[in-house]
């Protein structure tokens, strides 16, 4: 019997969407397998350093994806600022449903005692506040005062996250998501 072939984007995604919802201890190889389309032998034979390597894979997929889609965004300098903004809240909505999903950074944060997921998840949130940074200090804020509302704009996002998942009420997402078009704001 030939390998079962999978488009890579479906792959990640489902993985990623067992990780967001149990985590990284309460994922099992089963839930992944499901999750991803492949056979449990498939999925040993694609990512031989078992959970570890998916959740690095996800976790690279995670970084590719705040690059491309908030840091590209927000340093594009042929698009004014305030559709840039828009475009990266747009894009920030798509990734987490509106708020339905859960922060993958959160849950791989969580319960793994993996050094390299630690320092996986540091790069996407570096390469986050970077972006913010750039933004403010191109709306006109000082280095030090966007990098601080570029941090505040990964805890605002985050933070709500973990709000409309506990209480079960996404608007927290979409009220941190209109704070954080007006944390920008330099008037």
């Known amino acids: 019997?030939?390998?079962?072939?999978i488009d890579d984007t479906r792959l990640i995604e489902g993985l990623m969407s067992v990780l967001q919802s149990k985590g990284f201890e309460g994922a099992s190889l089963n839930d992944l397998a499901q999750a991803s389309g492949l056979q449990k032998a498939s999925l040993y034979?694609?990512?031989p350093g078992g959970?570890?390597?998916i959740a690095l894979m996800v976790l690279q997929f995670v970084?590719?994806?705040?690059?491309?889609?908030?840091?590209?965004?927000?340093?594009?300098?042929?698009v004014a600022p305030a559709k840039k903004l828009s475009r990266a809240v747009r894009n920030i909505r798509d990734l987490y449903q509106n708020?339905?999903?859960?922060?993958?950074?959160?849950?791989?944060?969580?319960?793994?005692?993996?050094?390299?997921?630690?320092?996986?998840?540091?790069?996407?949130?570096?390469?986050?506040?970077?972006?913010?940074?750039?933004?403010?200090?191109?709306?006109?804020?000082?280095?030090?005062?966007?990098?601080?509302k570029a941090t505040q704009s990964l805890i605002l996002v985050q933070g709500s996250l973990i709000l409309?998942?506990?209480?079960?009420?996404?608007?927290?997402?979409?009220?941190?998501?209109?704070?954080?078009?007006k944390l920008f704001n330099n008037s």
């Open 51 to 53: 959970k570890n390597s």
């Open 63 to 78: 970084n590719d994806w705040i690059k491309d889609h908030i840091y590209l965004v927000l340093t594009d300098k042929e």
């Open 1 to 5: 019997m030939r390998p079962q072939k």
């Open 45 to 47: 034979h694609r990512f």
């Open 99 to 148: 708020g339905e999903k859960s922060c993958i950074l959160n849950a791989l944060s969580l319960d793994s005692g993996l050094v390299v997921v630690g320092d996986e998840i540091g790069k996407a949130m570096q390469l986050w506040i970077d972006a913010f940074t750039a933004f403010g200090i191109e709306q006109g804020f000082t280095p030090a005062q966007a990098k601080a």
């Open 164 to 181: 409309a998942k506990g209480l079960g009420d996404p608007a927290y997402f979409h009220k941190a998501m209109s704070d954080l078009e």
